[in-house]
């Protein structure tokens, strides 16, 4: 998909960069970092973050309000379809009727690999309840490929498990996926540094969600700015189609013709 702005569900967003809000030192770090990043929809684990449901309590909605960011209400921490079902149901609520979110069921606690399963189950569930879902899975293309038929506006296969930080270990999968979809593909999960993000738009990836690579910097809003630039850079570059690889194949910068001598 060669669009210059990120299209989801309808929506238009010129940042293709999608920011968690969780593991920061408190909201004001959080405001500071997901500004630093440029990114217009930011994540929030209902299950963990509180956006309303615990009355009394600091709100993320009054440090990111929802009239400047898109919410994306996610299942962090869901082990089974009807949980994720459940939690995004109460996000609708607590949102006024919100329809786009991130969909994640996971597989087991020390992993936090994707149940594909009851991924697929959840997904339906929620699609016939009128959401609009971009669903976290596998790099397994024929899952996701599964995924977009059943009606996700977004597939957002992982790079490596999530927190991992140990980048993309599977690009030829994450092409196969890039190119056989019709939804924007954003890899969620793994992106440790800068280069990863730009090496995953190179790839042809329509954005990353990112969290833990930005929080768990030493420098939170620094790395947050450099994730905003690898990713801009790295969608330039597949833009423009990069050089061939040439084997022993050495091509002078300059011109040889005309030399002095």
């Given at each position: 998909m060669t669009m210059h702005q990120l299209k989801i569900a309808g929506q238009t967003y010129h940042s293709r960069l999608l920011v968690g809000t969780g593991k920061y030192k408190d909201f004001s770090q959080t405001k500071a970092a997901i500004d630093a990043s440029g990114a217009q929809i930011v994540t929030v684990a209902i299950r963990r973050t509180n956006i309303g449901q615990n009355a009394g309590e600091p709100s993320l909605l009054d440090?990111?309000?929802p009239s400047e960011y898109t919410y994306l209400p996610n299942t962090a921490?869901?082990?089974s379809a009807d949980e994720a079902v459940r939690?995004?149901?109460l996000a609708r609520e607590l949102l006024?009727?919100?329809?786009l979110v991130k969909l994640e069921v996971l597989?087991?606690?020390n992993t936090l690999y994707p149940n594909v399963v009851e991924t697929l189950n959840a997904a339906k569930t929620l699609i016939q309840d009128g959401f609009d879902v971009m669903v976290y899975t596998s790099d397994d293309p024929i899952i996701a490929k599964q995924l977009e038929d059943i009606g996700c506006c977004a597939i957002m296969p992982l790079a490596s498990l999530i927190g991992s930080g140990m980048g993309i270990l599977n690009?030829?999968?994450l092409q196969i996926i890039i190119e056989n979809a019709k939804v924007p593909v954003l890899v969620d999960a793994g992106v440790g540094t800068a280069s990863d993000a730009a090496i995953a738009m190179e790839l042809g990836c329509d954005g990353i969600l990112m969290n833990t690579a930005i929080a768990g910097a030493k420098d939170p809003i620094l790395m947050a700015s450099a994730?905003?630039?690898a990713v801009e850079a790295g969608r330039e570059a597949f833009l423009a189609g990069r050089m061939p690889k040439k084997l022993y194949s050495a091509s002078p910068s300059s011109p040889t013709t005309g030399m002095i001598g």
């Open positions: 440090v990111l309000p921490g869901c082990y939690t995004l149901r006024d009727g919100h329809k597989g087991d606690p690009p030829w999968n994730m905003k630039k």
